[in-house]
């Protein structure tokens, strides 16, 4: 077991870390599993465990700097506390100081290696945050301040209608190689000595934000439901060319052109000529071509701006020329003029010009396809739901406390009620969230704030409503959650009776009265059930609390439907649906429940098993085939009429020939088999079969012998 006291500390004097020495206590402070919080200096140690829990607060407060009165003693403070002298009086060191403050005595002997300590850092931050005289290079290198920061560039050929550009070196080159550039090619580079000057990155910004909404909030960031956890999204989101400018990508380019050769150079490329509407983004235009005009170039570029009437401008995306900061230039718009381009003179601002004239350069502009679009939103934190439904909608995740109607995340149940004021809480079904909607005496009393009020009748109907067990409470207002108690709801003047605790002997839901004051004597109106609580075979809804009983809806295709549901036991295998209204299509069941019935359809030659062995299959007691000729040759039509009808059969073949039934006369003869009336579990083959006669082959079409067999196994 570690001890509390072993404590390190980050020294920002020496930037290491070290371990401060241990006071001299009378008890023994070792201890894991603890909570510390910093405040005003010190550390705030609470509880912990070592062998039993703790219940203490320690305290940590490190040496301060005013006791030191000498420059001398101020400098060379520590360990655990840094100091520095200023205006006659020694304070505690802070960031500010770090370029100009004396190395404290107690650090160890830097290295003459300046550069190869620095080089350790691998970002802007950790470069300038310490001691040891770092700077950050443009080129994103950490080097001594006492080196300079050097930039290679390499001048590329002239373009015959611009002026140099200068690029940087390809990056495979190596030093010597390097080395050789024509001169003139090495500059001296930005540097950032001061860690508050150095630009935030999206990998820093993007790993601070701890839940989905914070990081979806940020363009620049993508949040990873996986790993829980929000990633920087790539930095070149717009492509080869583009620059990303808030949530749009710019790009501007110098040929001379007019303004629907501009439009349709930027279409091209999947964009639109720039709406210039947001400050960023003229800010970024004006710095662009502010370089064009250090190499000497002068670039005056179309922009999404057009003349829609005689007297208003708007911009291509539809939004008002006001939205822009950018303004017209004095004297204009001329009259002449239906298409604004940006000029940078003296003052930048807007000139048009006819729109088949040509100017130097032209912007365009398309949306940052962020991956967070293609990502699915963030779930709702448990702590903004509302509801139990909304709560309890992500599996386990939420709890919805039903007593506070609060829901908190299934981790912190116990944090939010240390001292179980959650009565009680649902994480999946729901069922009644109010005490009105539990409409039996007994759901009633499985919660704690709810009470049973009988009625008169003495038949098991009542009421369920807030209460305790003194009677019936009300809220004080709505506003309010306090309760007060109200026996006007509940009065055992008019005959009505209050239970909390248990209730009364007779519980017949209202559909029967009692003998020997428990015992349902005749369930009434289509119940059954000890408490009449049930409907009766053939009939659904919830009879409870004086509830109605209704025959089930099944198209005759069921006897019986689910009790509650009324949803129905359809009989025969095929048919489905809540009603039995719709015919199993997917399983190769044709017709229609609604006026008739539904058939397997036989392939010719085939043999079928059904094997009605699940328990889904124990209401099924009737099967219907169909077989049909192998080419057919035109509409089914006509009445249908019994050939053959058995009972009681076990096997059954039979054949039916053109000498008998007058296949001539109806080429498009349909067969239908029905097998009924048996009981579950079973095993039914059927196989139909067409032969020819030999005489007859020639009209293979007309003349044929048609063949069932049907098999029934029943299964014990």
């Not at 098993?609 to 057919?632: C, V, W």
């Amino acid at each position: 077991m570690a001890s509390l006291f072993t404590i390190t500390r980050q020294n920002c004097t020496c930037d290491e870390w070290t371990v401060l020495p241990n006071p001299k206590l009378h008890r023994d402070v070792n201890r894991f599993g603890h909570t510390a919080v910093v405040s005003n200096g010190s550390m705030y140690v609470f509880g912990g465990f070592s062998g039993v829990i703790l219940n203490d607060v320690l305290v940590y407060k490190p040496a301060s700097c005013e006791a030191f009165f000498k420059v001398d003693l101020c400098q060379s403070s520590g360990p655990g506390v840094r100091c520095v002298w200023t205006e006659e009086r020694c304070v505690p060191w802070d960031f500010s100081y770090a370029n100009n403050s004396v190395p404290a005595s107690f650090c160890p002997a830097r290295t003459n290696a300046a550069d190869k300590q620095c080089q350790q850092f691998s970002d802007c931050a950790s470069c300038t945050a310490n001691t040891n005289d770092c700077q950050w290079c443009e080129d994103k290198k950490c080097i001594s301040s006492s080196s300079n920061c050097t930039v290679l560039t390499i001048e590329l050929a002239r373009h015959p209608r611009g002026p140099l550009f200068l690029n940087p070196p390809p990056a495979m080159l190596s030093e010597h190689q390097l080395s050789v550039w024509r001169p003139g090619m090495r500059k001296n580079g930005q540097s950032v000595k001061n860690f508050t000057k150095c630009s935030v990155r999206s990998e820093q910004v993007c790993s601070k934000l701890v839940n989905c909404r914070s990081c979806s909030l940020n363009i620049n960031c993508q949040w990873e439901p996986q790993q829980q956890e929000c990633h920087a999204l790539p930095a070149h989101l717009c492509g080869e060319g583009w620059s990303q400018v808030g949530d749009a990508c710019l790009r501007l380019n110098s040929s001379k052109e007019s303004y629907d050769n501009a439009q349709h150079y930027c279409k091209n490329l999947d964009g639109n000529i720039a709406s210039l509407t947001s400050a960023r983004q003229v800010d970024f235009i004006l710095d662009e071509l502010q370089k064009y005009q250090l190499q000497e170039r002068k670039l005056t570029p179309w922009v999404g701006l057009r003349k829609i009437n005689v007297s208003y401008w708007g911009w291509e995306d539809m939004s008002p020329f006001t939205a822009s900061t950018l303004q017209w230039l004095p004297g204009e718009p001329s009259d002449s003029g239906f298409c604004a381009y940006l000029e940078r003179a003296e003052v930048a601002g807007l000139k048009a010009k006819p729109c088949t004239a040509n100017t130097e350069g032209l912007i365009c502009e398309k949306p940052v396809v962020s991956p967070n679009l293609s990502v699915r939103p963030c779930k709702i934190p448990c702590a903004l739901r509302t509801s139990c439904a909304n709560c309890t909608s992500q599996a386990m995740e939420c709890m919805w406390c039903g007593s506070t109607k609060r829901c908190v995340d299934s981790n912190a149940y116990v944090i939010s009620f240390p001292y179980g004021q959650c009565l009680e809480w649902q994480t999946g079904d729901c069922g009644a969230q109010n005490c009105s909607g539990h409409r039996t005496c007994g759901q009633c009393l499985e919660h704690p704030d709810c009470g049973w009020c009988g009625d008169p009748t003495d038949t098991g109907q009542g009421q369920c409503i807030e209460g305790s067990y003194r009677g019936p409470m009300r809220n004080l207002s709505r506003q309010s959650r306090e309760r007060v108690l109200d026996t006007s709801v509940c009065s055992r003047e008019k005959g009505y009776d209050w239970a909390y605790i248990t209730c009364p002997a007779c519980q017949c839901n209202g559909h029967s009265t009692c003998v020997n004051a428990s015992v349902c004597e005749q369930c009434k109106n289509l119940t059954t059930g000890l408490q009449c609580q049930i409907c009766l075979p053939g009939y659904y809804g919830d009879p409870t609390n004086g509830g109605k009983c209704q025959a089930c809806r099944c198209n005759n295709h069921a006897n019986v439907c689910h009790s509650s549901s009324g949803k129905c036991y359809c009989t025969t295998k095929g048919v489905k649906g809540d009603q039995c209204q719709l015919c199993d299509s997917e399983n190769r069941y044709l017709g229609n429940p609604l006026r008739g019935t539904c058939y397997y359809n036989l392939l010719i030659d085939y043999q079928f098993t059904f094997s009605l062995l699940q328990e889904d299959d124990q209401h099924y007691t009737a099967i219907n085939f169909m077989a049909t000729p192998e080419e057919g040759t035109g509409t089914i039509s006509g009445e249908e009429f019994p050939i053959v009808s058995k009972t009681n059969i076990k096997e059954y073949r039979d054949s039916f020939s053109c000498e008998t039934f007058s296949f001539l006369a109806n080429p498009n003869i349909t067969f239908h088999v029905y097998v009924s009336n048996f009981s579950w579990p079973i095993k039914i083959q059927v196989k139909a079969v067409a032969t020819r006669p030999q005489a007859m082959r020639r009209d293979t079409r007309r003349k044929k012998r048609m063949r069932e067999m049907c098999r029934c196994r029943p299964c014990g």
